[in-house]
């Protein structure tokens, strides 16, 4: 709580004790204390409240899930297979990518969504600051996937997908379309692949994208969020943690300060034993 009586303010700044639990950016959460959606033992809370550990915080009227320590902050790449889902549980039973999940300080967050029917990369990460930028329209952070394309596609349908289509939650469009080969080539068929990129995390714009010019998307893979490429060797399935070069890119990326390196202790070298001489 704020401190009274001039001494040392205690605790934590509110924002950050929210933005640590994955609610949004400390940006947001001043926005949201602002607006009477955070209540602190009971009572409203305003700008520049602080709280302790045993203080209880309430966002939108549901007990806030506090993370006391600040936990090492991680990133995991997925390549997700198609048939789960990016929910944390499924009213119909279906696979969730949480499930394979390790254990972590505070809660993964997915960056982004992908499909029941879509595959491809997917970070998490335990860090709600960057989860919230890297989603955030505002950042314009880009998403590329290889799609393959049932049906004809003309330069002029590319021209109009990058020029912008109105859709029904309001104009999209590809920032890039390239195809694996000429739009003119027979061999191409109706089943060819293209690379888009997007800067929106909009529910199945890619699809929607496409199926606005009446074809539709066969196979949809992410293979790019941001500076992050899914790694060749990365299997469907598979979990891999970000290493300390790339996490400390993907801070950067959207103007966060990246985190401290981990300084693990250097292995002891085993200690040599004399012979004993005979």
Same mark, same amino acid.
């Given at each position: 709580m704020t401190s009274k009586g001039g001494q040392a303010p205690r605790?934590?700044?509110? $924002?950050?004790? +929210?933005?640590?639990?994955?609610?949004g950016s400390r940006r947001e959460?001043?926005?949201a204390i602002q607006a009477g959606r955070v209540e602190v033992e009971g009572r409203l809370a305003t700008l520049g409240d602080r709280v302790g550990p045993r203080d209880h915080v309430a966002f939108d009227g549901r007990t806030v899930q506090r993370i006391h320590r600040e936990p090492p902050r991680r990133v995991l790449l997925y390549n997700k297979p198609e048939g789960e889902v990016t929910t944390r549980s499924d009213p119909e039973g279906r696979?969730?990518?949480f499930r394979r999940l390790p254990r972590t300080r505070g809660r993964w967050i997915a960056v982004g969504r992908l499909d029941l029917n879509s595959q491809g990369l997917l970070l998490f990460t335990n860090d709600g600051e960057l989860a919230n930028a890297l989603m955030h329209?505002? $950042?314009?952070?880009? @998403?590329?996937?290889a799609c393959r394309i049932r049906g004809l596609v003309t330069d002029d349908m590319v021209d109009r997908l990058v020029a912008g289509?109105?859709?029904?939650?309001? +104009?999209?469009?590809f920032e890039v379309v390239e195809s694996a080969m000429p739009l003119d080539d027979p061999q191409?068929?109706?089943?060819?692949?293209?690379?888009?990129?997007?800067t929106e995390g909009r529910r199945r714009e890619v699809r929607r994208l496409w199926e606005s010019q009446g074809v539709?998307?066969?196979? +949809?893979?992410r293979v790019r969020y941001g500076p992050v490429i899914?790694?060749?060797?990365? @299997? $469907?399935? $598979?979990l891999r943690e970000l290493d300390e070069a790339s996490c400390r890119e993907l801070y950067e990326h959207v103007g966060l300060a990246p985190p401290e390196p981990s300084r693990a202790p250097s292995p002891k070298r085993p200690r040599s034993r004399k012979r004993k001489q005979r």
């Open positions: 605790g934590e700044k509110l $924002q950050k004790v +929210l933005a640590r639990a994955g609610l959460m001043e926005a696979p969730t990518v329209p505002s $950042q314009g952070v880009e @998403r590329e996937y289509v109105e859709l029904e939650d309001g +104009l999209a469009h191409e068929g109706s089943n060819a692949w293209f690379h888009v990129i997007v539709t998307v066969s196979r +949809l893979i899914m790694p060749r060797d990365l @299997r $469907q399935g $598979q």
